[in-house]
């Protein structure tokens, strides 16, 4: 029988057998997929396991500390945080398209861990990266028989040639639900497991556009508060996840105060979803909406209209990039 505990008995016995004694490396990005992989991995392998925290600086508004607090306390995790925020904007300058964009931050994930590796050299040898590929992203990046590239996950399509590490991928035939059963099973508190998804290329295809930092600092900020508001409206377990996009090669006019503007939208997309494959618009009330446009636009310097997209996937994807 195909029981939650089941799943992990067996996942842990495959981790065993394919690490043995050796030690292993996983990211965390902060999100559900590497935090349940890598407390797989943990019960697998315990402390022979560390984890990579890289702050690539497309991150949104308080998840370093979150994974720093958090998820240390809840599992004594080994942790080290690498702050590649700078090597990300070089590698990302002048970039615009989508693929190039999420091939460029896969590779780079993978140098900063292999930069990890040969920091951690004197403590062993990582020979093993743990990454919390999920079904999902096997299908659409085109690993599933009969299927198209939609777009390159970071973790699948978006990985260098000359990949070093061996993989362990423990979550690779689950969809998200199974993963968060998954979490709850291994005693990760609520908090972690029921986070909605955030893509781990991370703000950089949410700037529709060249990915900057003052473009980051502006989009942080928009999607900060369109987060608070989500949730203080409860809405939270309703949606799936409400990406926040800056459209920062488009401007349009606007007045504020008794001047002109020329700013940048950002568009809302919040969706509803059983596993990502497909979605639908979310219904968001028109307060929740009015309240977090009217806040966007008052406190985001740069930002002078909020759109909304009713876009369903398909045709659209959930990320716009
Ligand atoms: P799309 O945009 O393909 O997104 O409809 C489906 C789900 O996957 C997330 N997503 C990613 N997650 N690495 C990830 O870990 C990625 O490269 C990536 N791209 C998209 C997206 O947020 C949504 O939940």
Redesign the pocket.
């Known amino acids: 029988q195909w029981t939650t505990s089941s799943i992990v008995d067996e996942q842990v016995a495959r981790i065993r057998e394919q690490i043995g004694d050796g030690k292993a490396i996983c990211g965390l ?1 902060g ?1 559900v ?1 590497s935090a349940v992989a890598a407390a797989l991995v943990q019960r697998a392998i315990g402390d022979r396991l560390t984890c990579v925290f890289v702050d690539h600086g497309l991150l949104r508004s308080g998840e370093r500390a979150q994974v720093e607090r958090d998820y240390v306390a809840a599992t004594g995790i080994n942790l080290v945080t690498v702050d590649a925020r700078e090597r990300f904007l070089t590698a990302l300058a002048g970039v615009t398209d989508p693929e190039e964009k ?1 091939k460029i931050i896969g590779r780079e994930f993978i140098r900063v861990f292999e930069q990890a590796e040969r920091d951690l050299k004197a403590e062993g040898d990582y020979r093993f990266l743990v990454q919390g590929t999920l079904y ?2 096997v299908v ?1 990046s085109g690993g599933g028989a009969g299927t198209a590239n ?2 390159s ?3 699948v399509g ?1 990985l260098p040639d000359d990949l070093q590490f061996e993989l362990v991928e423990p979550l690779r035939a689950l969809f998200k639900d199974e993963v968060r059963r998954v979490g709850t099973e291994l005693g990760l508190p609520e908090t972690i497991v029921q986070r909605q ?5 991370g703000l950089g ?1 949410r700037i529709i556009g060249e990915v900057t930092q003052d473009r980051l600092d502006t989009l942080r900020q928009a999607d900060a508060i369109a987060r608070e508001e989500l949730t203080l409206a409860g809405l939270d377990r309703q949606i799936w ?1 409400c ?1 926040v996009v800056l459209l920062a090669d488009v401007r349009s006019v606007g007045v504020q105060g008794d001047g002109r503007t020329y700013g940048h939208p950002v568009v809302l997309r919040p969706v509803s979803s059983e596993d ?1 494959m497909t ?1 639908d618009w979310t219904r968001l009330p028109y307060e929740v909406l009015e309240r977090i446009s009217t806040r966007i636009t008052n406190e985001v310097a740069e930002v002078n209209r909020v759109v909304l997209d009713v876009t369903s ?1 398909p045709p659209g ?3 716009w990039e």
Do not use: V
């Open positions: 990005s999100g997929d999420r999902p992203d659409e939609i777009k996950h970071h973790n978006g998804p955030f893509p781990g290329p295809i996840q990406p990502a979605a996937k994807t959930i990320e």
